[in-house]
């Protein structure tokens, strides 16, 4: 069994820590040793809240994710990572503050959990719970490949806005990224809806152990998404 568990960064400063070691294993697994996300200004950010995989044996930390909301004090990583490859990421934002926005961001996997059948779609949907419950109205993010259809799944578009039709060369020249956006966290209209039903699910019963259907059979998930 695994554990999904939501905190608020601030709160506790040992499992920001455990998040950060274990996304930079994963990423130098594919060579890439920084990126803007991997910047650890997040763990003293009031309005960051991390989402922890573990695993229930023995607590190794096996995924994970986070979502940052917009303010005056962090820039969001996406920012960082497109704002000097096209500035129209910047009248997005502005925009859409005028309401409560943030980011999904730092969702990482490891292999041995991926092997489990535990893909990066339990990540997004448990992340967009956790972005509804926090009032969030709109959710970017940068998706890897890999995970671009598990984020069109649960209701995100290709921001085709920006970059080339969504997409930019980042974080290296040889990868690329897609960015994304839900533009109606409270209603989810463009999820597919067993995964919505499954997404409000998690934002009505935050605290729950589910069996959860994956490609390599059932796995049993302990969700504790209360992040207070």
Not at 47 to 59: A, K, M, Q
Not at 157 to 175: H, W
């Amino acid at each position: 069994m695994v554990k999904f568990t939501a905190f608020k960064a601030t709160d506790n400063e040992a499992l920001c820590h455990k998040f950060i070691e274990g996304h930079r294993k994963v990423l130098e697994i594919y060579g890439i040793t920084m990126i803007t996300s991997a910047k650890h200004a997040w763990v003293h950010h009031e309005n960051t809240y991390v989402i922890l995989v573990e695993s229930t044996e023995d607590g190794r930390a096996l995924g994970g994710a986070r979502i940052q909301i917009a303010d005056e004090e962090l820039p969001l990583p996406i920012e960082d990572a497109v704002g000097k490859l096209d500035a129209k990421i910047f009248d997005q934002l502005a925009e859409r503050k005028l309401l409560k926005t943030g980011e999904l961001c730092g969702l990482w996997n490891s292999r041995e959990i991926a092997g489990l059948g535990v893909g990066s779609i339990f990540l997004i949907r448990a992340s967009v719970a956790l972005a509804y419950s926090l009032g969030l109205h709109s959710l970017f993010a940068l998706c890897a490949p890999a995970t671009v259809r598990g984020g069109k799944k649960t209701g995100f578009d290709v921001n085709v806005a920006i970059g080339n039709n969504g997409q930019f060369y980042y974080p290296k020249l040889d990868l690329i990224a897609t960015a994304v956006i839900i533009d109606n966290v409270r209603t989810l209209e463009k999820a597919e809806p067993d995964i919505r039903d499954l997404v409000f699910d998690l934002i009505n019963n935050p605290v729950q152990v589910r069996s959860e259907s994956g490609p390599r059979g059932d796995v049993d998930i302990m969700y504790d998404l209360k992040y207070t």
